[in-house]
């Protein structure tokens, strides 16, 4: 429809042809926008979605890594074993003081 309305808008107008089609005038207006300056573009639009996720994973992984280390809690002395806890056991472990 764009490439419509870029085509016969020199002989008819923007608005008349809009009004035939069903496209809003400022949806016409946004494209047109967008097109003439790429930073006004959405992220998945602009092809910068991959370095979006890329940094996403890498701070999700970071994220996890600081998560299994605080799910492993040393034992008293008398077992020297590393034993894997739940986050709920964690956080009994370490109780907020009361308001």
């Not at 069903?22 to 949806?27: D, G, N």
């Not at 040393?74 to 739940?86: D, I, K, S």
Request: charged share 20%; glycine share 4%.
């Amino acid at each position: 429809m764009i490439a419509f309305i870029d085509d016969h808008r020199e002989a008819h107008g923007v608005e008349p042809i809009c009004k035939v089609l069903p496209i809003a005038p400022s949806t016409y207006h946004a494209h047109v926008a967008k097109r003439a300056d790429p930073a006004k573009l959405s992220v998945r639009a602009s092809g910068m979605q991959a370095a979006v996720r890329i940094a996403f994973e890498r701070l999700l992984h970071q994220k996890r890594q600081a998560i299994e280390a605080l799910a492993h809690v040393r034992v008293p002395a008398a077992n020297q074993t590393r034993t894997p806890l739940g986050i709920g056991i964690i956080a009994d472990a370490w109780p907020s003081p009361a308001p």
